[in-house]
């Protein structure tokens, strides 16, 4: 399905957008989201009793309608998690696959600015390395989508298939953690000047 096929049928599904800054709770509350409503009453709404101290009669009475229409099994449709982070990671192994010497040209390009050091480096491909040997088959696929900024018209089925049934979803935490080895601010500049670089090549 093309891109703009998909917007037609805008109507059967919303998109809720959540940023803020490190520690705003942005992924707490799409872990909600993304989860079932059984999980959200106990880890993420509050209680009636806690809401009747609310003043606001008329909040209160909108709370409960909303509450006791979400509490029936059918009407909560958990809601698919995209996150930025591994869109970028998503995007990263489409253009390096399983070559290491493309890691490493951008680990230079990138970490260059944060004075990586040779033995920081070498830790750094060594368990790169490691992450390719053990993900072969979904680092193809990964690869086989080819050009992302073509695939988003004509591949729409085929990102999807990658990101949402457990490809991406398994690969990212696990690249993340290598890159959050050498620090956790060290790593958020790394997908910025990331995100600038595919922004530049008109990538989402």
């Not at 009453?41 to 909108?62: H, N, P, S, V």
């Not at 006791?68 to 970028?88: A, E, P, Q, S």
């Not at 010497?101 to 990138?110: G, Q």
Request: proline share 1%; aromatic share 12%; net charge positive.
């Amino acid at each position: 399905m093309k891109l703009n096929e998909l917007y037609k049928h805008r109507t059967d599904f919303t998109i809720i957008g959540l940023t803020g800054r490190t520690g705003s709770g942005c992924t707490r509350i799409a872990d909600l989201l993304s989860n079932d409503f059984e999980n959200l009453k106990t880890e993420g709404l509050q209680t009636f009793e806690q809401i009747d101290k609310i003043d606001d009669i008329i909040f209160k009475r909108k709370y409960q309608i909303t509450y006791n229409y979400f509490d029936k099994t059918d009407n909560w449709t958990k809601f698919n998690l995209i996150k930025y982070r591994d869109v970028l990671i998503f995007l990263l192994l489409n253009k390096c696959g399983d070559k290491l010497n493309l890691y490493s040209k951008l680990i230079d390009k990138y970490y260059s600015l944060q004075k990586l050091n040779h033995v920081q480096k070498t830790n750094l491909l060594t368990a790169i390395k490691d992450f390719i040997s053990q993900n072969e088959d979904s680092l193809k696929k990964i690869k086989s989508i080819n050009n992302i900024k073509e695939a988003r018209v004509k591949k729409l089925d085929v990102i999807h298939d990658c990101y949402f049934n457990k490809v991406v979803s398994t690969l990212a935490p696990q690249f993340n953690v290598i890159l959050e080895k050498n620090g956790q601010f060290e790593r958020t500049l790394f997908f910025h000047y990331l995100a600038c670089d595919f922004r530049n090549c008109s990538l989402p």
